[in-house]
């Protein structure tokens, strides 16, 4: 696959944003199948997707996504963001989205993306990383579990009507 030993890792620049949330799309698309779901209109999912990420990505808070390059292809990002934390009120360093494109997996991409959010985090002087994961993206689980992340609350939820 030519994937290299050393992942490079470093800032997306603008021109390279669109790239990223084609990759969020698919990101989000590949979580949703998990959960059997697919999105009725591809096209109104998309629009709807790049609107609500832009609409994100343009709030004023600190934030980073550092791509994956496998020469020049941009082949996984992270989106980092520092945030309130809602229980002690300290800035918290929130992974808003991770994704290595499928065929580049399992070479150490995703960890050196971890990485690099773990050391813009502690540049800005925040001790603590966090993320949501669907409670059905196991490998995504076993992934951070790897890399030391550990269960702090759980959102429950249960059913009002019956699944359509
Ligand atoms: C989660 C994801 C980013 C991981 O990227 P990756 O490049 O495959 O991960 P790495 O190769 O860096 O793996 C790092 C560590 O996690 C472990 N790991 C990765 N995938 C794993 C899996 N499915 N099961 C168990 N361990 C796993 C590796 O063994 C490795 O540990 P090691 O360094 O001790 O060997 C990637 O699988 C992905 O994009 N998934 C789809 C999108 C997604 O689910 N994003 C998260 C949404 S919350």
């Known amino acids: 696959m030519g994937t290299p030993k050393s992942p490079v890792v470093q800032e997306v620049g603008p021109g390279e944003l669109e790239e990223v949330i084609k990759m969020d799309l698919e990101c989000d698309l590949e979580i949703m199948r998990l959960n059997g779901k697919k999105p009725s209109n591809i096209k109104s999912f998309a629009r709807i997707h790049r609107n609500n990420f832009l609409a994100a990505y343009n709030e004023p808070v600190e934030q980073r996504i550092f791509g994956a390059k496998v020469g020049n ?4 990002f992270v989106w980092v963001r520092i945030e309130p934390e809602i229980e002690e009120m300290v800035p918290v360093g929130f992974v ?62 249960r059913r009002l009507v019956p699944a359509r």
């Open 73 to 76: 292809a941009l082949v996984g």
């Open 96 to 157: 808003e989205s991770i994704f290595v494109k499928s065929e580049y997996r399992g070479n150490g991409l995703g960890k050196a993306l971890i990485r690099s959010a773990e050391r813009f985090c502690k540049g800005k002087g925040v001790s603590r990383l966090e993320l949501v994961v669907n409670a059905k993206n196991r490998s995504a689980i076993d992934f951070y579990r790897s890399m030391g992340f550990k269960a702090r609350r759980y959102t429950l939820e």
